[in-house]
């Protein structure tokens, strides 16, 4: 777990850094005091900003937590801001290392481990929270869909007041593909995993008629049926009925027989062994890395250790620090299925002229984080110090316990796609320039990486790990995140959630074109 230097202005991350991260906004001239030494900045520096310690040649490596960050394509001098100026990325040998760094986690006897208050499911999984969801299997039919759940928005909380809500999930594909190519598959793989997942006491699925993404399809290929039962879900067609208003009369009363049943259900205690956490960062900047993520990390610690499960997605976001997962993996194939993953990203990407390293965005370069591999090194702090238990493509029913990867892109919305997909029952969401994320039917649980954010976004964000850069430890403020994440799971509102955001934030990943 993260341990560092903490200075009266800045933070060594490492031994043996060639860079440290400025806590607040150092003017020209600040001195700045490490091991000993005297550095004067020799130019005003953003907090999150990285100064050189020591001077760095053309072409050589620049160390940050102890890892490669990148390499000087300047020279560089001691106090010069490290940033997309000088610094540069290019491919450098990393030693794989396969399953060399696996530790047993310290798991907490059965008899000793926390419960939460969740709905057990006829599967044996639990869900946190328990809606009635209504899916579109194609863009046109989303209309309809909307309108569905909107006749129900009002007297749901008053009539049904052990629901949720009734959701409406609507997408932008489900037609002009081959329904074999991999993402009409991935898309039915989302929408069977929504369908089936825990925290979704009913669905109905709504169609145009004619689209490639047929429900009929869906039914069969996921064995799908309406919860607790051996009946297929119902399917309202538009075409089928007469049109939209037919269909929304149709969908309205279909949804009006699952609501009785959803509402039936009720909280029971529930080992933490039940939790399935998916973690996500958006928005980074230079202090998640030193915070929020390695924070989360230590809850999601805390999570395995009680014998539940922690999915770390976001594949670009590995890059260049993929070594230190490939290390952790339980058994060499595991590590070998992540480098095959990212082998591929890089050959998607090329075939669209891109590479991995257009992820940082803008606004995390302006938070401090210069490329990807920076980026990448601050974000896998999420999944903490436990084994490598599996790796899944995206979106796939996760059904190991422990850590384990799942192949997702970092844009923020279909890779929680994914992740709630795979079962996911929580998201923990770390930010340092803001977001206001979430994803029904999933809390979606916000940690702030400094405190200016936390109390400038006060109504969105409900944990501060920036008290960490004013003296409070990773270990205290995960363990604040365990405890919120237990009573987020036992009904707690999310900031999302209060403000009813998650609808529109749902974005499946397709892949491929659109004939």
């Given at each position: 777990m993260a341990t560092f230097e903490l200075a009266e202005k800045a933070i060594l991350l490492a031994p043996g850094d060639d860079v440290a991260v400025a806590r607040e906004p150092l003017a020209a001239g600040t001195q700045l005091h490490f091991q000993g030494t005297c550095l004067e900045v020799k130019?005003?520096?953003?907090?999150?900003?990285?100064?050189?310690?020591?001077?760095?040649p053309l072409g050589g490596p620049v160390r940050k937590y102890g890892q490669i960050i990148g390499f000087a394509t300047r020279p560089i001098q001691p106090?010069?801001?490290v940033h997309l100026h000088n610094l540069g990325i290019q491919d450098f040998v990393r030693d794989y290392a396969f399953a060399t760094d696996v530790v047993e986690p310290d798991y907490v006897p059965e008899a000793q481990r926390r419960t939460f208050e969740g709905y057990r499911r006829e599967d044996g999984r639990v869900?946190?929270?328990n809606y009635v969801l209504v899916l579109s299997t194609v863009n046109c039919s989303a209309t309809a869909t909307r309108r569905i759940a909107e006749r129900f928005r009002d007297h749901v909380p008053r009539d049904f007041p052990h629901v949720d809500g009734v959701v409406a999930l609507t997408h932008q594909g489900g037609c002009g593909s081959n329904p074999r190519a991999t993402g009409?598959?991935?898309l039915q793989r989302v929408l069977a995993g929504y369908a089936q997942h825990p925290n979704v006491a009913g669905y109905l699925l709504v169609g145009l008629g004619c689209e490639c993404n047929q429900a009929r399809s869906l039914i069969e290929s996921y064995g799908l049926s309406q919860r607790g039962t051996a009946s297929p879900p119902p399917v309202i067609s538009i075409q089928e009925v007469g049109g939209l208003a037919k269909a929304v009369e149709a969908g309205v009363r279909e949804v009006a027989k699952l609501l009785p049943v959803a509402n039936a259900c009720r909280r029971t205690p529930q080992p933490a062994s039940k939790l399935v956490l998916g973690t996500e960062c958006g928005g980074s900047d230079a202090h998640s890395g030193i915070t929020a993520n390695p924070a989360v990390g230590w809850a999601a610690d805390e999570i395995v250790r009680?014998?539940?499960?922690?999915?770390?997605?976001?594949?670009?976001?590995?890059y260049g620090a993929e070594h230190l997962l490939t290390r952790r993996a339980r058994r060499a194939d595991i590590g070998e299925k992540l480098i095959e993953r990212l082998r591929w990203w890089q050959r998607y990407l090329a075939f669209f002229d891109c590479e991995i390293n257009n992820n940082p965005a803008p606004g995390n370069q302006e938070g401090g984080l210069t490329n990807i591999y920076e980026k990448s090194l601050g974000a896998i702090a999420k999944g903490g110090t436990t084994p490598v238990n599996a790796v899944y493509e995206y979106a796939q029913r996760v059904t190991a316990s422990g850590l384990v990867l799942m192949d997702t892109p970092g844009y923020?919305?279909?890779?929680?796609?994914?992740?709630?997909?795979g079962g996911a029952n929580l998201i923990v969401f770390t930010t340092g320039r803001g977001s206001v994320f979430g994803c029904k039917p999933v809390p979606s649980l916000k940690v702030a990486s400094h405190s200016r954010l936390y109390h400038h976004l006060s109504d969105d964000m409900d944990i501060n790990a920036g008290v960490?850069?004013?003296?409070?430890?990773?270990?205290e403020v995960g363990r604040q995140i365990f405890e919120a994440l237990l009573a987020v799971a036992s009904g707690q509102p999310t900031q999302s959630e209060a403000q009813g955001v998650g609808e529109e934030e749902f974005v499946p990943w397709y892949l491929g074109p659109t004939l």
């Open positions: 130019g005003d520096l953003p907090a999150g900003h990285k100064i050189a310690l020591r001077a760095v106090g010069e801001q869900g946190t929270r009409a598959i991935w009680q014998g539940g499960t922690v999915i770390l997605g976001e594949t670009p976001e590995m923020d919305p279909p890779s929680v796609a994914g992740l709630v997909a960490i850069l004013e003296g409070r430890t990773v270990a």
